[in-house]
Nanobody, 122 residues
């Protein structure tokens, strides 16, 4: 049974950093693009960054130059990281990971998990 577990969120001051982690265990996990999404209060969920099985990346304009997505394929799982630097109050949101059709796609294949809350204070 496929499973996504996100962690690493928290409260940080503007300009600070956080690293989010997502552990995915499921079918053909090595063959899947993985992405980080976020949803701020009152806003639609948006793609922040995606990474292909080969490590090719895609970033939203708001994330370019500040966030870095990476992945680590282990024996039975893949862990996807989102290193977030120079955080801004507008980065405040619940962050989710999911399996994408490609690193550019908003289309995901699994039910959304609980996500991890990121709060950036000014």
């Amino acid at each position: 049974q496929a499973q996504l577990v996100e962690s690493g969120g928290g409260l940080v001051q503007a300009g600070g950093s956080l690293r989010l982690s997502c552990v995915y265990s499921g079918r053909r996990y090595r063959d899947n693009a993985m992405g980080w999404f976020r949803q701020a209060p009152g806003k639609v969920r948006e793609l922040v960054a995606g990474i292909s099985p080969e490590g090719n990346t895609n970033y939203a304009d708001s994330a370019k130059g500040r966030f870095t997505i990476s992945r680590d394929n282990a024996k039975n799982t893949v862990t996807v990281y989102l290193q977030m630097n120079s955080l801004k109050p507008e980065d405040t949101a619940v962050y989710y990971c999911n399996v994408q059709h490609s690193q550019y796609s908003d289309y995901v294949t699994l039910p959304w998990g609980q996500g991890t809350q990121v709060t950036v204070s000014s």
